[in-house]
């Protein structure tokens, strides 16, 4: 596991020369000082099953590595494919989530300048989604305890135990910022041209 000035220095390249964020920075000393010893109890980051992506460490979602021969000759998943790279290069992928999930800060340039990056996930089923919360951590407790408000609020106690300040107690009380370019959206339009380029449509 790397040092917090390893995996920062990793973050920051990740970010291409944004500021690394507060909690981020907070969860990159959370998980790179973890000692030998803890437990889902005491770590938020091993409660919620969310890990911080090591210097060089990629994904299967992001690097295509589960696609198979028959894939790959497949033209309808390859446009699939591109129209997925094309939605992926305009994000800064920062970790997993529970279900295996990726997250990361959304950087389309046509997102307003000086507002704090929004959260997006992509998920193992092929969907992108822009998460609500003002920050990384809250776009974790809302992607790991959903409706649940009793858990949300467990959650967020456990984080704020470690030094992360959390805006609301319940999913409903988030914060939601609409993309000016929404990722889910970019797809769906970038694989209908993909489509049309190959003749399937």
Known sequence: MAAVDQLLASIAERLRGRPVPDDLRRLAAIQAERPADAGRSRDPLLHTRTVIFEPGESHALLDHSYLTDNDRADPDIMANIAAI????????????????????????????????PLVVT???EGEFDIRPGESLVEAVIYHYAGYEDDRFASVADLYEA????????????????????????????????????????
Do not use: M
């Not at 290069?89 to 970790?95: R, S």
């Not at 959304?106 to 507002?115: A, S």
């Not at 609301?168 to 970019?186: E, H, K, M, T």
């Open 85 to 116: 790279d094309t939605v992926l290069l305009h994000a800064a992928w920062i970790g997993t989530l529970a279900d295996g999930d990726v997250v990361g800060y959304w950087l389309h340039p046509d997102e307003p300048v000086g507002e704090p």
């Open 122 to 124: 992509f998920s193992t």
């Open 162 to 201: 470690h030094g992360l300040p959390i805006t609301a107690r319940r999913a409903d009380d988030l914060l939601y910022r609409r993309a000016v370019v929404n990722p889910g959206v970019l797809h769906s339009k970038r694989y209908e041209q993909e489509c049309a380029a190959r003749g399937l449509s």
